[in-house]
């Protein structure tokens, strides 16, 4: 399959974009300019990032014709790269729920949605779906990215524009695709479209979310000096703020190492159903007796031969003793 090989221009794009637009973090935050401006290095990050989607829909079109049904796989880096993403959102999740003013519904979320992950990073280690046996469980998690997605965009109708930047958010909302069609895949709901489609958006949250987090991480360890027109984000390094961000970052490599492992077990198993030609069935109908009956015996062929005289001559004789009947 083509769509195994995403993951080339993923690092390629990823290096490319993401590198510039941490480096313009590094360098370009008061205002000293980098190589380029600030806004050219978000456009360049952008654009990366589109290409990589449009890159994954055609390797994904073109092998749209082939069918393959596939089980999780054994993986311990995916195991166990989940493992830290689900403890580090159940961590943010009751260090939030502690604070003075919590989101009830987002911390329940993210304590839910972070023990369904923790359960699918076991599902890793042993290869074994035993969330086919209760499929809705799965939807916890893309519902937990589903509600950071709308808080993201809430907190965003109350900043300026000019100011803010949008990967963030992005990022989420590629993050909610894959979660969506992993659960579909844990669920056992189309199969063949939930693993290609995984992969796409897979491969897109991690060249936004690795740059997301790590910009993030950047912007935490500097100092909190906000220059007007340039993008330089505050950033609280609260302990909360710190396990979600390092979440982010153990569940992209965990993205990374659960599409990689289903997609090269759907390469092995995928095939491409052959067109049936309705006029050639019958044609394999005679074959089929053709062979059967070269597979009987002589002898029984002979005894079937006789059979059919032995029936046949009563039919001739009648006639002939009904006419000396008469004579």
């Not at 589109?50 to 089980?71: C, H, M, P, R, Y």
């Not at 067109?275 to 044609?283: N, R, S, V």
Request: with cysteine.
């Amino acid at each position: 399959m083509k769509l195994k090989k995403l993951w080339i221009p993923m690092l390629i794009l990823t290096a490319i974009g993401g590198g510039i637009k941490i480096c313009d973090t590094v360098f370009n935050v008061y205002g000293d300019g980098f190589i380029f401006n600030s806004i050219v290095c978000n456009w360049i990050f952008a654009v990366s990032a589109v290409v990589l989607l449009l890159t994954g829909w055609i390797l994904s079109i073109i092998d749209i014709k082939k069918v393959f049904e596939v089980q999780p796989q054994r993986c311990i880096f995916c195991g166990l790269f989940g493992f830290i993403s689900s403890v580090a959102m159940i961590g943010s999740g009751i260090i939030s729920l502690l604070s003075e003013n919590p989101n009830l519904i987002q911390c329940i979320l993210a304590i839910a949605g972070g023990s369904v992950l923790l359960y699918e990073s076991c599902i890793s280690f042993t290869g074994h779906n035993g969330m086919a046996k209760v499929p809705v469980l799965s939807l916890l998690v893309p519902i937990w990215s589903c509600s950071r997605f709308l808080i993201l965009f809430a907190d965003y109708t109350h900043k300026s524009v000019a100011a803010t930047e949008i990967f963030d958010i992005v990022a989420v909302a590629a993050l909610l695709m894959f979660l969506f069609y992993q659960s579909m895949f844990f669920a056992g709901i189309n199969n063949t479209g939930a693993v290609r489609k995984s992969t796409v958006y897979a491969m897109v949250y991690i060249m936004l979310g690795l740059t997301v987090a790590i910009d993030l991480f950047i912007k935490m360890s500097m100092p909190s000096n906000a220059v007007s027109g340039i993008d330089s984000e505050i950033v609280v390094p609260t302990l909360s703020n710190i396990l979600t961000y390092a979440g982010d970052i153990a569940l992209c490599i965990y993205a990374f190492f659960f599409s990689l492992s289903n997609i090269k077990a759907a390469d092995k198993v995928a095939v491409i159903p052959e067109p049936q030609d309705e006029t050639e069935k019958p044609a394999e109908n005679t074959k089929e007796e053709s062979e059967k009956s070269a597979d009987v015996p002589e002898d029984k062929k002979e005894d079937t031969k006789d059979t059919e005289k032995e029936e046949v001559k009563p039919v001739e004789a009648t006639p002939i003793e009904e006419k000396n009947s008469d004579k």
